[in-house]
């Protein structure tokens, strides 16, 4: 059963404009399913001895434009080289090239994450795509992930979850229960089976949202108040030990993208809430 409003989402993407950065799909997104032998596959596609693909809007580049994008990103001939190497190992396990014409942020910390997200689903006209290993009511600035999705399904934004049964266990029935009376569609992966208990490790470790198929955010940061805080990394880099539990949280990384890896992304997401349909 595909998802309803995202068939025109191809078109809105690529009117983004482009500029040179490149965003690696595959080893960050496959979660925790069925590990690859990657060394095997290494060994069998000696990835050294292929070209280096990377997608533009239309077509892949050239190989002369390849070399140039690669130059520019490695800064030196020393690092060109491994990371060439690097790339040609990562796109002969995913089978998935690099795409260009991507515009993006970093968001440093739980706090620039937040703030991301939220500015993203309040700014949702079509649909919103949502998929966590932990997923609870996170509130920011006062507002909860709750009531806010609650308000975009009033206004007729098609939203659509998946979390996973294990990451998620904590978090409050009624919050799921709410958001599918809105209208919400839910699909939890994975439901904790205790007859198997040797499949528990088999989770969805994906952190990721797309909004209207043309903004994503993607990383390490999930939708859980234990993100929610802002770094203590000074410029220095060095970090301040917590003075006790209530101080401590985890502290991730997340990037915001705008352009074609946005179609990526959204792919990834609606093949495996397919394959999670009864």
Known sequence: MNLPL???RMASIYSTPACYML??????????QTI?????????SNPQAQDLEIQGVNKNLSQASVDNVINRLAGSDEAEALLEKQLKITQSITN????AGNDTELLFDGEETFKAIFDALESAKSHINLEYFIFEN????ETSLQELLIKKRSEGVAVNIIYDALGSAFTEALFFESLKNAGVKLTEYHSIDLENINDINHRDHRKMMIVDGKVAIVGGVNLSSAYHRKSRFGSSGASKAPKNAEE???RDTDLLIKGPAVAALQTLFLEHWDTNQP
């Open 6 to 8: 995202i068939s025109n």
């Open 23 to 32: 965003f690696l799909l595959g080893l960050c997104l496959s979660g925790c």
């Open 36 to 44: 690859p032998d990657t060394q095997k596959m290494v060994q069998q």
């Open 96 to 99: 998935l090239p690099l795409i």
């Open 138 to 141: 996170i509130i920011y600035k």
């Open 248 to 250: 401590a949280y985890w």
